[in-house]
Nanobody
Framework: VQLQASGGGLVQPGGSLRLSCAAS????????MGWFRQGLGKDREFVAA????????YYADSAKGRFTISRDNAKNTMYLQMNSLKSEDTAFYYC???????????????????WGQGTQVTVSS
C-alpha cells in the first residue's frame, strides 16, 4: 500500500491542525494504521494508532487528550486531529500501515511495513 500524508503547516501554540493520510494500492480496510513523528535531531516516536475497523485506538502519553486518530475506510483515508498544539509538537509527521487487522498491544515502529513521505508540522508564534 502507498501512503500520502498531507495537512501539515505552520500554526500558533494552542492552535489546531488535521493531518490526512491517503492510501492507495491496497485494501485499506485490512490495514491497521499509525502516526509517528520525528523532530529535528530526535528519534522517530509513536504518536497514535488505530485498528482496521477503527474500534481501538492507541495514543502516546504526549498525545492523549489533545490528538484524535480516526479513519474513513470508504475514503481510504486516515486522519489525525491535533488540538492545543505546543511547540514541542513541531516535527515531521509520518503515517504508516501495518498488515494486520488489529494490535494486541500498543504498536511500535516494527509493526508497520509501509510508510508515507511525511508532512511538516511547525508550532510557533
Amino acid at each position: 500500500v502507498q501512503l500520502q500524508a498531507s495537512g501539515g503547516g505552520l500554526v500558533q501554540p494552542g492552535g489546531s491542525l488535521r493531518l490526512s493520510c491517503a492510501a492507495s494500492g491496497g485494501t485499506f480496510s485490512r490495514y491497521s494504521m499509525g502516526w509517528f513523528r520525528q523532530g529535528l535531531g530526535k528519534d522517530r516516536e509513536f504518536v497514535a494508532a488505530i485498528t482496521s475497523t477503527g474500534i481501538t485506538t492507541y495514543y502516546a502519553d504526549s498525545a492523549k487528550g489533545r490528538f484524535t486518530i480516526s479513519r474513513d475506510n470508504a475514503k481510504n483515508t486516515m486522519y489525525l486531529q491535533m488540538n492545543s498544539l505546543k511547540s514541542e509538537d513541531t516535527a515531521f509527521y509520518y503515517c504508516a500501515a501495518a498488515s494486520r487487522l488489529y494490535f494486541s498491544r500498543r504498536p511500535s515502529e516494527n509493526d508497520f511495513g509501509s510508510w508515507g513521505q511525511g508532512t511538516q508540522v511547525t508550532v510557533s508564534s
